[in-house]
């Protein structure tokens, strides 16, 4: 037995040993590491790497689609190297050393334009983000952020105003880069209200003056505020939970009335809302809201950017029948939380601009992408990655090549068209000055187009990769990435195998319908497999969205994008959305059925006359996504039914089910 006296050296001398060994293989590790970090460069720049191997090492260059451009078989004996210019665009390296790998990114931008207004990025400076990110904010073009001075750090004592020096510390920050801050009015205050939402004379009045103070401390930076933020979502308590919309439009009525008095050169931001939900606007305009607002917010969070163009038409068409002429701002949209994968990454960056140019194209004056940079649980959404990111500190991503690239490209275009062409084929032309560029992508290609240009052009991808084009005759391929033409454009064509009859979020609408679509509900039993019997379902709202439903089923609803089942009793009530059609032949089905929710899962079939053609199970521990493809041949008058049942029980906890789904015929179509 070894004495307690005589073990512990015996540890350390294990302990040293151990550490040794680690040092070691830490030593033995590659290291690389860029000239500029953060990583963003000029395309007449030529990166410098840094690296260390103790072993046979390459380093590869990607791009954006991650496509290998150049192999470098490393130098053990040399410590650093420079890479070719490279054009605009997202890049990647890597270097191999046996099994481990070390990478990093960057972007090489053109030189940025004069900062944009149009285009503006959320941050988080009021958390306590810190501000040596500010340069790379302008580095892409954009000139404007939105972000908070929170009320109650603002005004910690009744009637005292606080200056806390994170706050100042960012706007100066701001104020140095030319950048300007659209600060958010919010939240609650815990000497007013008892620290909930403000609801009373005295608590809004109290708002409303820390309101003015802001407007006051920053008269000559801050040109606009926002009042409150996503009141008709989370961040709201107390009695506004009971009325929203009245507990708001009373707030933004006596806050506008204040901040005007105080400065009516000052633009006041109302609507609060998240997501473009007409109900809730309609609520707001049938209490006055529009003599209180000079612009209004939304927030456009949804899964196809191209459907934002139907939700922004209709909060147009309401605003104009209230009498306000406001402009409307997406002052938050994004996309790709959690989601932070090479592809992820792709998506999101395609994302990002597919839904600019769709909310520009469709009137939206001013937009703020959510997020600059990763953060908490958004990693994925920011142009940015962290800090401590392996690919590099605040280390760029596609996304922020891509944002760079829609400002350089479209910022301060005026006349924006959208194109005739198939629905499916998205090709937009905007014009600046004698300046026309047209921005081109198709979600579900890749569909095969043909532009003619007299004198030739200039094609940019997604990341701000350009290429010349030669005069004539040239073919392109678009995809769900936008790609940028410049030029002379006498024609573009982009020819499809088949003719689209009907789409189901593009058709949706609540008036009563006149055309192919009908929304219903059947009830059955747990073994049923077709509609025996459709009840047509009337159009209803809830606080986001106008919809078919009916009083008996709460749950029951067919949407634009979405389907919710019921139950009744011991009875499942399917949502059934049925398509008619019109003449006999072959027709292609093709669309997804998507499911987020918790609950037991959901049920989804296509029936054919009230035959199964496509059935699948969406299921939180299984499959969330079923795509379908089908080639039917029909029956003039035939019945298509796109339905969602309970699923396995009658659980219909957060059973919605997202539905897209076109339908065309074989032969071809412009």
């Known amino acids: 037995m070894t004495s307690r006296a005589g073990w512990r050296p015996r540890v350390c001398a294990l302990a040293a040993l151990l550490g040794v060994a680690a040092a070691s293989a830490s030593n033995d590790a590659p290291q690389l590491r860029l000239s500029r970090s953060p990583a963003v460069y000029l395309p007449d720049d030529a990166p410098q790497v840094n690296y260390r191997t ?49 990478g990093l990114a960057f972007a090489v931008l053109e030189k940025a334009p004069a900062l944009s207004h149009t285009f503006g990025v959320m941050t988080h400076f009021a958390q306590g983000w810190n501000t040596d990110v500010v340069p790379l904010i302008a580095r892409a073009g954009i000139g404007t952020v939105r972000d908070e001075q929170y009320w109650q750090q603002v005004e910690p004592h009744p009637g005292t105003y606080a200056s806390p020096a994170p706050y100042e510390r960012y706007m100066a920050a701001l104020h140095d880069a030319g950048i300007e801050p659209l600060l958010v009015l919010s939240f609650a205050n815990s000497a007013y209200d008892g620290g909930q939402t403000p ?23 801050v040109p606009a505020v926002e009042v409150w933020n996503e009141i008709n979502g989370t961040f709201c308590s107390g009695p506004c939970r009971q009325d929203q919309a009245g507990t708001y439009a009373a707030l933004l009525a006596d806050t506008y009335a204040a901040l005007k008095a105080e400065n009516p050169a000052l633009t006041v ?20 809201a529009a003599r209180h607002w000079d612009a209004v917010a939304v927030h456009p969070y ?28 997406a002052t938050e949209f994004g996309s790709g939380a959690g989601q932070t994968g090479a592809a992820a990454r792709r998506a999101t960056a395609a994302y990002l ?36 990111d392996a690919l590099g500190s605040y280390a760029p991503t596609p996304a922020y090549a891509a944002y760079a690239t829609l400002i350089r490209e479209l910022d301060g275009a005026q006349a924006i068209t959208r194109e005739p062409t198939d629905p499916r084929t998205h090709i937009y032309r905007f014009a600046r000055a004698a300046e026309q560029t047209y921005v081109l992508w198709a979600p579900d290609g890749p569909v095969p187009a043909t532009v003619d240009l007299p004198t030739g052009g200039v094609l940019t991808n997604l990341v701000g990769t350009a290429q010349s084009l030669p005069a004539g005759t040239s073919t392109l391929t678009m995809d769900e990435n936008p790609q940028y033409l410049r030029g002379a454009v006498r024609s573009i064509s ?25 929304y219903g509900a059947s009830l059955q039993r747990a073994d049923a497999v077709s509609v025996d019997k459709l009840v047509k379902l009337g159009p209803t709202a809830n606080a986001w969205e106008h919809h078919f439903g009916d009083p008996r089923w709460p749950a029951l609803r067919v949407g634009r994008d979405d389907m919710h089942p019921a139950q009744a009793h011991d009875a499942a009530v399917w949502a059934v959305r ?60 035939a019945l298509i039914d796109f339905v969602v049942t309970p699923g396995p029980g009658l659980d219909i906890t957060d059973d919605a089910v997202a539905l897209e789904a076109r339908l065309s015929r074989p032969g071809g179509s412009g």
Do not use: C, N
């Open 54 to 102: 103790t072993a046979q090492a390459v380093l590869t260059v990607q791009d954006w689609r991650g496509q290998v451009l150049k192999r470098i078989e490393l130098d053990r004996t040399r410590a650093s190297l420079s890479l070719p210019r490279l054009p605009a665009g997202y890049y990647e390296i890597a270097l191999s050393q046996g099994e481990t790998q070390r």
């Open 199 to 221: 609801h009373t004379p005295a608590g809004r009045a109290a708002f409303a003056a820390y309101g003015v103070e802001l407007a006051r401390r920053h008269a000559r930076q």
């Open 353 to 388: 601009t597919r839904m600019a140019v769709v909310l520009r194209a469709a009137g939206v004056e001013r937009m703020y992408w959510y997020l600059l940079r990763d953060y908490d649980s958004f990693g994925g959404m920011g142009l940015l990655r962290t800090q401590d």
């Open 269 to 288: 931001v109302g609507g609060a809302a998240v997501k473009v939900p007409l109900p809730w606007f309609e609520a707001l305009l049938a209490r006055g």
């Open 302 to 329: 949804r899964g196809d950017p191209e459907g934002a163009a139907q939700e922004i038409g209709a909060l147009q068409r309401a605003l104009h029948a209230a009498g306000s002429s406001a402009p409307i701002w």
């Open 494 to 518: 982009a020819p499809r195998p088949d003719t689209l009859l009907a789409d189901a979020r593009a058709d949706f609408g609540t008036d009563p319908p006149t055309g192919p679509w009908e």
């Open 578 to 637: 049925r398509y008619r059609t019109a003449d006999a032949g072959p027709l292609w089905v093709r669309g997804t059925f998507a499911r987020t929710g918790a609950g037991d899962g959901s049920g989804v079939r296509i029936l054919l006359d009230g035959k199964p053609v496509f059935e699948a199970q969406l299921t939180p521990g299984g499959a969330r996504r079923a795509d379908f493809d089908l080639r039917l041949d029909v029956a003039r008058g």
